[in-house]
């Protein structure tokens, strides 16, 4: 079975690490370093009430400190995103895109817990085909990344990957050369150890020596290596051994949103042989605007090949600062340098070059924004125009 049609139940973890509301915070903590994992959920009754992850912990540390006065309750995010067991992994993982989370809960009808799907459960179950489309680690990887000499502070550091949305800060040495890194899951194994690790320099609480990949390694084996590791990010190096880049499982996972205009189409095939059995006729393009529209969290914008706009979602208001009713007709490229992307010229050219998708992290009006571009090819492999496909960082 592809991914793309594989349940989620398929993939998800089903041991699930769970804690009480009133139990102590640390309690959370203690389970996820012993089980090395990256959540755990709160329920009571057999129902999800909410969810402890590492992101939490390294807001909670850079608001309070230590963690030994809070509860579950006061740690865990809630409500906790929820699928049913036979949602599909794409549909799945979309969803976590789309509202900027890494967790989804598993239920049945009833709302009761099933098991917790991560983008780490989505990643180890990439097929093949997946890898044949993104072959090297430098058309997935990160450009965007924390970095800070080793004197610097966890409170820094924390302050950083806060503000930029990562989960991790690389050590670097004068030279730009990697020493050590800091990730969520230190900021755990941190608080179990210090009373406040905030006053730790960044030397003293990283992990060194650093796993490292060049940008022309195939992309397959860097995600063997790091399974073999069990670690869930590459440092990505230069010739010349200086940083220049980030792999982690979520930028593995981003490479999905490629799939989803095909699975679109799927969709719209399977509703259109159900209507037709059924004697009845929609037109195809007003089917897949309702399905785009109905995407949330996620910027859908469509240009012809003179860059004429031909189609937008309303979620480009939230992603890029624009109203999708006022920029019909307009110059798509003209249209993104004036939300803050000022090289989107060089962009649309490279798009031009060939049919693979290409990432951007751009800042905008909104804030920072994942963006793919790619061309909108027809049944006949022609090239018609371009496809944008954006999210909130």
């Known amino acids: 079975m592809t991914f793309d049609r594989k349940p989620i139940s398929a993939v998800m973890t089903r041991t699930v690490c769970q804690a009480r509301p009133e139990q102590q915070a640390m309690h959370a903590l203690a389970l996820m370093q012993s089980k090395s994992i990256s959540s755990v959920l709160v329920v009571e009754d057999n129902l999800i009430l909410g969810i402890i992850t590492e992101c939490d912990v390294v807001h909670a540390m850079h ?223 007003l089917l897949l605007a309702n399905i785009l529209r109905s995407v949330s969290g996620t910027a859908v914008l469509t240009s012809d090949l003179k860059y004429r706009i031909s189609y937008a979602t309303p979620a480009v208001d939230e992603v890029l600062g624009v109203r999708a009713a006022e920029i019909g007709g307009a110059d798509i490229r003209e249209t993104l340098k004036r939300t803050g992307w000022h090289t989107a010229d060089a962009a649309f050219d490279e798009a031009s070059k060939g049919q693979r998708p290409r990432h951007y992290t751009v800042a905008t009006r909104r804030g920072k924004a994942d963006l793919q571009l790619s061309m909108l090819i027809d049944a006949q492999e022609r090239p018609q125009g371009y496809l944008l496909l954006g999210q909130r960082a």
Request: charged residues 25%.
């Open 63 to 285: 608001r309070n400190g230590g963690l030994e006065s809070l509860s579950c309750a006061d740690l865990m995010q809630s409500p906790v995103i929820s699928v049913n067991a036979r949602t599909r992994c794409l549909e799945a993982y979309h969803l976590m895109a789309g509202r900027g989370i890494r967790h989804l809960g598993v239920t049945d009808a009833a709302g009761r817990v099933l098991g917790v799907a991560s983008e780490g459960d989505l990643m180890r179950n990439f097929g093949s085909e997946y890898y044949m489309t993104f072959k090297n680690v430098g058309s997935v990887m990160s450009a965007e990344f924390c970095k800070l000499p080793p004197a610097s502070t966890v409170a820094h550091a924390l302050a950083q990957m806060i503000e930029a949305r990562q989960s991790c800060v690389v050590a670097v040495d004068a030279g730009g050369h990697p020493v050590g890194v800091l990730t969520e899951r230190d900021v755990v194994r941190l608080c179990t150890q210090h009373a406040d690790p905030r006053r730790l320099s960044l030397g003293q609480a990283m992990n060194a020596p650093v796993r490292t990949v060049r940008p022309g390694e195939r992309l397959h084996e860097a995600v063997i290596s790091m399974e073999a590791a069990h670690i869930r990010r590459l440092v990505v190096v230069d010739d010349r051994d200086v940083v220049c880049g980030l792999l982690t499982h979520h930028e593995v996972a981003r490479g999905l949103e490629g799939d989803y205009a095909s699975y679109l189409k799927e969709v719209i095939k399977m509703q259109a042989r159900d209507l037709q059995r059924a004697e009845n006729t929609i037109d195809e393009k």
